[in-house]
């Protein structure tokens, strides 16, 4: 055997077992899969491979091919763990681990046994007893095998009754998927993990991640059904008051990009999370701001109270689902505080309680914990906590009060100064836009869009963006005439202060009324210029208030005009990130002659058919619709798409799209048959 490969092999090995330490392997299910390879791979290295490192033994054939097999599956291993990262799919992670363990311990027990057949001189610490030990050792590591679980389960997926829900249990247990959320990102793993094999065209892969989609889809609807069970009412609860997240009825619904709606510290937590997909539709999200769903809220209300059924606690629901670890220990700190004795010194428990509730903030509550100890005790407790609350999180009126006096100064820094603060502040929480708003800080944030420093043009523009979230302020900026000014950013601004005039734009673009103000103020060819020569983070943003400003038909033909549609087809191209919002754009300008005819012109019928088959579910639905307009308006166009071979992936979408890219599919191949019907040149 060549020493190379020992040592290649030890290597190899001394690095997995440094990673360890990696957070990378500090969640489950990965770390006890690690744990498991890391006992095999400890029993070997120390004992075995460095004692015969230098002996005869390294020659023999057997071993050497045992050592190189050994080798390729601690390498592939590493190599699964490196690439894990919180969002991977935990379903696929553990199929394919749990193989290489597998092959890892095989691999190691082969050694043993030829180490114990041979006849050859062994160093001393490999006695026949010593490699028994370790041998038995290597056989009872034990690890889940919870990837034959899997395949039984897919394997009855295909019957017509599939698996039972004592089995889904086991293996949501075996993956950690804990909860609904986790059990929908899962799902959402999946899809974007189908999506990146199916362009590398691996055929066998993209079907069993097909089955390990069907299989979770399946897990999620047991949920839900257990989850209905549960409930303590005996009136059903109406679909749409539940969050799709949390299963639970709602007490903030919000609306997201999407239109779906969902409990506000559910679907915050799944942005915090990175995820920027609807967690119902799975369409990406143009933004992620959340709107209050006022009129659900008041449906709630009135069918709690038509039906006798209290409204659950917001706290202690949102602490039990988004935040487990704390939940228990929380409502134990808010017992004892309730059945306070007086032996117990209230000041104390309030520390103790905010503390451990808000330990980043320990510092400050010591501060007022000893204002606290001179409280006298005919103080009422709901008057201590709110006094407490109160210093802990201070109102910011009185600082944005003296933020918003300093936007009127003359001096260029003492301005620059109070937007970077504002800007700060804005981006915290909604009380604080809403306080800065209340404060008239809008209309002196519009004027400084024409200021000659760039810094404080770029807080002015992002502190208005941020505002913008909220309804009542998007109308107080427009009314405040900001579309100018914020025109005036897109020609003149930083690349920042660009990417966040754009977003802004989209942001106020949400109401009907403002798409029409927005398209005849002369915003679309600056929009447009971002979106052909911006950086890529202002190419999104573009995008997103054009397909936002599409929507309104009369701006249609303006963004045709302005050259939209070339720099669209150019970001077909899946190198550039954008292919959704491309096509999103080019579906929706497709509806006109003039979007249709550039379409044609400037290549993007071929691109748009490779999207249909190698794209987004939410690409493929959009491109499709694209190519239906494009067809069923022109002959000439419709001869491109059949030459360029789009039936067979329109009949696979067809099949297995979403509703809305079936139904578009359908019509499409329908049009095909009646046009080849009355055509038969074509």
Same mark, same amino acid.
């Given at each position: ?65 045992a050592?190189?097999?050994l ?5 592939e ?10 969002l ?32 050859q ?11 028994e ?13 919870t ?48 999506e ?11 079907? /069993? ?12 609807? /047991?949920?839900?059904?257990i ?17 799709p ?32 997909? /609807? ?172 200021s ?36 005036h ?24 009324i ?97 999207v249909?088959?190698?794209?987004s579910?939410r ?64």
């Amino acid at each position: 055997m060549e020493m190379s490969l020992l040592e290649t092999l030890l290597r190899d090995i001394s690095f997995f077992l440094k990673f360890s330490s990696s957070e990378n392997i500090n969640s489950e299910p990965v770390q006890k899969y690690y744990q498991g390879a890391e006992e095999i791979l400890k029993v070997l290295k120390p004992i075995i491979l460095n004692a015969i490192f230098d002996s005869e033994i390294t020659s023999d054939e057997v071993l050497s091919k045992a050592f190189e097999e050994l080798g390729v599956s601690v390498e592939e291993l590493l190599q699964q763990f490196e690439r894990w990262q919180p969002l991977s799919s935990k379903a696929y992670f553990v199929l394919q681990v749990e193989s290489l363990i597998s092959e890892i311990r095989n691999s190691c027990l082969d050694i043993f046994r030829v180490l114990k057949s041979s006849h050859q001189h062994l160093p001393y610490e490999l006695s026949s007893a010593s490699l028994e030990l370790h041998l038995q050792k290597i056989k009872h590591v034990g690890y889940e095998q919870t990837s034959t679980v899997i395949k039984e389960a897919k394997r009855d997926q295909v019957g017509n009754f599939g698996p039972s829900s004592e089995i889904l249990l086991r293996i949501a247990e075996s993956l950690s998927l804990n909860s609904n959320m986790e059990i929908l990102i899962e799902a959402v793993a999946l899809e974007k993990l189908k999506e990146n094999t199916a362009q590398a065209k691996k055929v066998a892969e993209v079907e /069993c991640i097909d089955q390990l989609i069907a299989l979770i889809t399946h897990m999620h609807h /047991c949920l839900f059904l257990i989850k209905q069970s549960q409930t303590c009412s005996s009136v059903p609860i109406p679909l749409d008051f539940i969050c799709p997240l949390s299963l639970e009825l709602m007490t903030d619904p919000v609306i997201v990009a999407s239109g779906q709606t969902y409990e506000r510290a559910f679907i915050k937590k799944w942005f915090d999370l990175g995820l920027t997909v /609807c967690p119902k539709t799975r369409q990406t999200l143009v933004h992620t701001f959340l709107i209050p769903n006022y009129t659900t809220k008041a449906l709630i209300v009135n069918w709690c109270e038509s039906n006798n059924v209290k409204l659950p606690d917001l706290v202690e629901s949102t602490l039990n689902q988004v935040y487990p670890p704390c939940a228990t220990k929380v409502k134990k700190l808010v017992e004892d505080l309730k059945s306070t004795s007086n032996n117990v010194k209230l000041p104390d428990l309030v520390e103790s309680t905010l503390n451990q509730v808000y330990p980043p903030r320990a510092t400050k509550v010591k501060k007022l914990v000893e204002d606290l100890k001179s409280t006298s005790n005919n103080v009422k407790l709901p008057d201590l906590v709110e006094s407490t609350l109160n210093q802990v999180y201070p109102p910011c009126a009185t600082k944005v009060k003296k933020l918003v006096e300093d936007l009127k100064s003359t001096s260029t820094y003492t301005q620059r100064v109070a937007t970077a603060e504002l800007r700060l502040l804005s981006k915290q929480n909604r009380d604080n836009r809403i306080i800065i708003a209340n404060c008239g800080a809008i209309s002196l944030l519009v004027d400084l869009l024409h200021s000659p420093d760039t810094k404080t043009q770029e807080n002015a523009v992002t502190t208005l963006l941020n505002l913008s979230n909220i309804d009542n302020n998007k109308k107080a900026i427009v009314d405040a005439n900001a579309i100018e000014p914020l025109i005036h950013v897109l020609q003149t601004g930083s690349p920042v202060a660009k990417e966040n005039s754009a977003a802004t734009l989209f942001s106020l673009s949400i109401f009907e009324i403002n798409k029409a103000r927005i398209g005849r103020s002369g915003a679309i060819r600056p929009l447009v210029d971002l979106l052909g020569n911006g950086t890529p983070r202002g190419k999104k943003d573009a995008a997103a208030a054009l397909f936002n400003l599409s929507l309104f038909h009369e701006n249609k033909a303006q963004i045709v005009q302005a050259d939209a549609v070339r720099y669209l087809v150019k970001l077909l191209d899946p190198a550039a990130g954008m292919v959704d919002k491309a096509v999103a754009g080019l579906a929706s300008l497709a509806t006109t002659f003039e979007g249709r005819t550039a379409i044609g012109q400037e290549g993007g019928i071929p691109l748009l058919v490779e999207v249909v088959e190698l794209g987004s579910a939410r690409g493929k639905a959009n491109a499709t619709a694209a190519l239906l307009q494009l067809c069923t308006n022109s002959s000439r166009f419709c001869i491109m798409v059949l030459q360029e071979g789009a039936v067979p992936p329109l009949v696979a979408l067809s099949q297995s799209g979403t509703q809305r890219a079936k139904e578009k599919a359908q019509a499409l191949l329908s049009y095909f048959q009646r046009h080849y019907y009355r055509h038969r040149h074509f």
